[in-house]
């Protein structure tokens, strides 16, 4: 699924990324660590298609619709409800049974209840809740999630931790995380940026 | 037709979050009529009706400058464009979607405006309503492509008007010679084949401006 080769990003003169190599194959799990500032997130980003290598070679095998990405901002409008954030993300995917896929999705991460609310009203672990849910929508064959755990309480975690598992195997993904532990059984292959 | 329905779900979103936020609107019609006010009194009196018709486009063209600025500000600020970028099969409907709303909010303000400007000054005739809509169509698709541009950058603010203002001389040259000319129609059209033009190439181009 991704196959990246001497892949590097400078920002300017600033190297932020050197040298990385990353095979994940369909339906594997890369786990990506590494301190502050060593290009968890460029990477992921890159892996996402949001942000272009500047050097190697990099080939992903699922097309831009066919990519869940969740990175450090929730991507959702706070002026807007959670539905109508969902229902605005399901018809731009063009998601069968949009509604239905929705509500599923809302009722299993505990936001059914406050579906109705503005995003701006939620908290920070609720808007995660809604972020996970948004990348999940359209149940994309590559998934690519930077700290998805952020922010989220135990329960929220559990949540996640339930969902990773499930989707191991079916989906490709790619998870950076600071607390490596919760996700490592999962792995079949890992990073360790510097 | 798919592309279609995401220009309208991306355009109705924005009037959605104009509805609650009202920060776009509100802003844009308390800004011409505070024009209209500060010509009033500053025109000398006695004072052409072509100067007039002058002040009017130039009042229209920055309230377009006002809403243009505030176009990109939900997708900034929670730094959105990842997701739409993403979310969406052809980028180019972002562009044709917020172009289509501020296209609402100006043709909103101008109908606030234009009765405005009759009371404080003179009447409008049909020529200029035509070259004020076709106006609206080329400032909307051009200043939202260079919205897009300015907006990622740390001087959006200037860059902005330093980027737009230049390109909008063609659609003031069009409006104002359509509002004060005997013969509006070559006016009208020459304002016609801009924002063909103008929205062709925005429409192209805008793949790039979003593409990292």
Redesign the interface.
Known sequence: MISARRLGKRFGEKPVLRGVDLEVADGGFALVTGPNGSGKTTLLRIC?????PSDGELEVAAP??R?G?L?H????????TAL?NLD??G????VPERRERVGMLLERYGLWDVRHD?VASYSRGMTQRLAIC?VLLHEPDLLVLDEPYTALDAQGAELLDQQLEELRGAKTLVVSTHDPQRVEPLATTRLALT | M?YF??VR??AR?DL??EL??RDTLPAMLLFVIAIFVVFHFSLPSGSSDLAASGLLWVAIVFTALLGLGRAFV?ERE???F????????DRSAIWLAKASATLAFLVLAEAVALPLFALFFHGIDGSTIAAFLLADVGICAVGTLVGAMAVVTRARDLLLPLLFLPLAIPILIGGVGASVSDDPARYLLFLGLYDAVFALLCWASFEYVV??
Do not use: F, N
């Open positions: 996402a298609g949001l942000t272009l831009r619709a990519v990405y990175g901002e929730p991507l959702v409008y706070r002026e807007l109508e605005l993300y018809r731009l995917y063009r503005r948004r | 798919s329905a995401d779900s991306l979103k959605l979050l609650r936020a939900p929670q730094h959105l990842d997701g739409l970028v993403l979310a969406t099969a593409a990292e």
